[in-house]
């Protein structure tokens, strides 16, 4: 739900303008598609797109489809991130394990064989956040892009667990099911396609 706000930024001319009040954005006479942000949200929207907003402006509340789409190499990034946070808490129980036992070097073997884990961690990592209201995992997050329907809503944890389940698709097709968003315009891998869902980046303002 938005929160009403005293003070906003307003593009103006291609720059961030401001801070104005509301009744000085009354007197703007501004546009529904004109690009509008409360003072502490992280981006600017079209003024259409704040419910709140919209209906204090009186200009009919519409949401704008994703324009923007993340590109594979920073997806990639995304997820190196994603695998080395998990790997990192890998580490940390592995250290826990060894401060329990013994010999540590008799259960080399085990701590080799649990890095299977990593993957693990980072797939429920990934779940848990791309469902949550964040719609980004760490990776996601740093890199600034975020996981929604066609729409641009957050998906459900029901999707996000169906979205990382299919991506051992693109496993299982030696990394074909990934590199098929390279010829999508809107650079959606395999399991982008299966859970119907899109990895967007912040806007360029």
């Not at 930024?9 to 291609?14: D, F, I, K, P």
């Not at 997820?79 to 080395?84: E, G, H, L, R, S």
């Not at 010999?103 to 797939?123: R, Y």
Request: charged share 20%.
């Amino acid at each position: 739900m938005e929160v009403q706000h005293d003070q906003y930024e307003v593009v103006l001319a291609g720059k961030p303008a401001g801070p104005f009040t509301l009744d000085e954005l009354r007197d703007m006479s501004l546009r529904p598609t004109d690009f509008v942000k409360p003072i502490g949200q992280p981006e600017f929207k079209e003024l259409r797109e704040w419910p709140e907003l919209s209906r204090l402006l009186h200009v009919e509340h519409q949401l704008t489809p994703p324009q923007y789409f993340a590109t594979l190499d920073v997806r990639l990034l995304s997820t190196a991130i994603d695998y080395f946070i998990a790997f990192c808490c890998y580490a940390i129980l592995a250290a826990i394990y060894l401060a329990g036992v013994g010999n540590s070097q008799e259960h080399i073997p085990t701590l080799l064989a649990g890095l299977i884990l990593v993957p693990v961690i980072k797939f429920v990592f990934c779940v848990i956040a791309e469902g949550s209201k964040r719609q980004a995992s760490v990776g996601k997050m740093l890199v600034g892009i975020k996981v929604t329907d066609q729409q641009g809503k957050p998906i459900s944890y029901g999707r996000a667990l169906l979205r990382n389940v299919a991506k051992l698709v693109g496993i299982a097709t030696l990394g074909i099911g990934f590199f098929a968003g390279f010829f999508d315009r809107k650079q959606r891998c395999w399991h982008d396609r299966i859970a119907d869902t899109l990895v967007i980046k912040d806007r360029l303002l």
